[in-house]
């Protein structure tokens, strides 16, 4: 999971950590996705680091036992039931809960109804021409296919018909710290994660493969693919309140975030054995928090979110990605003539291997001659916009005479697209082209693994509502795509 951090102002949406700063010890607050900040407190440049393994966090109660019994005795009331004595006892637990972050490609077969009359403009490619005749119903075959966020939580611990199996979509506001014993709360325990992460995956997958089916097409067959899962822990903080008055008992279990009661039951079970379960050995990665600065020279990097660096003071180059097939070098594309407002874009140029190239070019046809695919690495939030681009500068780079680059001035547009992103939409755009085919070239189910990566900007200038590249005048994309 990638982390967002707001520099100066307050985070607004998202999967918000509270972090100490490594300069000061203040606390930071980081949002998803952003990984360079600057601390309020200090001044320091901080940039996250995300471990390789899934981390854990904590969302904090904010309700404490008298909140939680007057929600209680107040959905008590409302039900017309006894309300809760003055014997009732509490007990605060965190349960675990797996947050997935994933990309799902979905291609879905439709048949699509549309009554065309005399007067249709689209009449005449249907075949009536003006002849009086009555509306006709057509049926025609539509085939879309869509890239969507893929979002969800479910429960890591034993399953409880006592405990929701999952916390919806509340993560996505909710501020959580990293998990440590240090953080938990007073008089709350934890109860053990019993699903690893490697199981969760699987699980996905399965489910995944089973939408297609679920959503039943009208011709051809659905598929659904799932892209780049990404899992979290979360601990999220319940308080269950036992209550055994004139020989009567039930059990309330309550959101201590909000205070919502989420279950009640009379049956006077082993609780506690039901839920600890046997708790197996999990090892959690930590986020860390460290210096922005230059390994070479020790001075601070500049502050804009990026993947790649370039010293102001000695000019050495900084990439955040440590990919073993990367290339540590930079190059720009040469222009003709320097023109107003030009912005250099950076693009990952992903070297594809002989074995797929065959492949890859008859499935992209006369578009795609070159031997690499080239993502955008600057973010492009319409998918489909992203894949013309990528088929335009991969069909375009052969012809781009590139020159190393040294330094990065504020021309050259930050690159805020990961080499895991890139390989990830790599393999997306081929499963999407691969999707369109009718009878599909091979197996494409392997992951696409490139054998060289570099990275290269661009020269775009504006054109009216247009970005056209300055080197070859033959490569556009909207001017909103990339702001």
Not at 182 to 189: C, G, H, Q
Not at 271 to 291: A, H, K, M, N, S
Not at 304 to 321: I, K, P
């Amino acid at each position: 999971m990638n982390i967002q951090t707001s520099p100066i102002s307050k985070p607004k949406t998202g999967f918000h950590i509270n972090v100490g700063c490594p300069g000061c010890g203040g606390r930071l607050e980081l949002q998803e996705n952003f990984f360079v900040l600057e601390c309020r407190h200090c001044g320091s440049v901080l940039r996250v680091k995300m471990p390789d393994i899934p981390a854990a966090y904590l969302i904090a109660p904010k309700r404490d036992r008298r909140e939680v019994r007057f929600q209680i005795d107040r959905d008590l009331r409302e039900q017309q039931q006894p309300l809760t004595s003055s014997s009732i006892e509490y007990r605060f637990i965190y349960y675990p809960y797996w947050k997935i972050d994933a990309v799902v490609l979905k291609k879905r077969n439709k048949i699509v109804e549309r009554v065309v009359s005399d007067g249709d403009p689209y009449a005449a490619s249907y075949g009536i021409h003006g002849n009086g005749s009555e509306p006709t119903v057509r049926r025609d075959k539509r085939t879309e296919i869509n890239l969507t966020p893929y979002t969800q939580t479910i429960a890591a611990g034993i399953t409880s018909n006592s405990i929701p199996f999952s916390i919806g979509m509340r993560t996505e506001y909710l501020k959580a710290i990293p998990y440590s014993k240090e953080n938990l709360s007073e008089d709350y325990e934890c109860f053990p994660v019993l699903k690893c992460w490697s199981t969760v995956q699987s699980e996905l997958e399965k489910n995944i493969g089973s939408l297609g089916k679920i959503d039943m097409p009208e011709f051809g067959t659905n598929q659904t693919r799932l892209f780049h899962p990404r899992g979290s822990l979360i601990y999220y903080p319940y308080c269950i309140a036992e209550d055994r008055a004139n020989g009567v008992f039930r059990r309330f279990i309550a959101d201590a975030v909000t205070g919502r009661m989420v279950h009640v039951e009379t049956q006077d079970d082993e609780f506690e054995e039901i839920l600890l379960g046997e708790d197996p050995q999990f090892t959690f990665g930590e986020l860390g928090v460290d210096f922005h600065r230059c390994h070479t020279c020790g001075i601070d990097l500049p502050r804009v979110q990026s993947y790649v660096y370039v010293c102001g003071n000695c000019h050495e180059l900084t990439m955040l990605d440590n990919n073993p097939i990367l290339q540590q070098t930079l190059t720009t594309a040469l222009s003709p003539e320097e023109r107003t407002g030009t912005i250099l874009f950076p693009f990952w140029s992903l070297q594809v291997p002989p074995t797929d190239l065959s492949r890859m070019q008859r499935m992209f046809g006369g578009i795609y001659r070159s031997d690499k695919l080239v993502i955008p690495a600057f973010k492009i939030p319409n998918f489909e916009a992203m894949f013309r681009l990528t088929k335009r500068i991969s069909a375009a780079v052969t012809q781009l005479d590139l020159e190393p680059v040294e330094y990065l001035d504020k021309r050259f547009s930050p690159v805020t697209v990961s080499v895991q992103e890139a390989v990830t939409l790599a393999d997306v755009i081929i499963h999407r082209e691969e999707m369109t085919r009718d009878k599909p070239t091979e197996d494409v189910s392997a992951d696409f693994a490139p054998q060289r990566i570099e990275l290269f900007y661009a020269p775009f200038h504006p054109e009216h509502y247009f970005y056209v590249d300055s080197a070859l005048g033959a490569v556009t994309f909207e001017k909103g795509l990339a702001e």
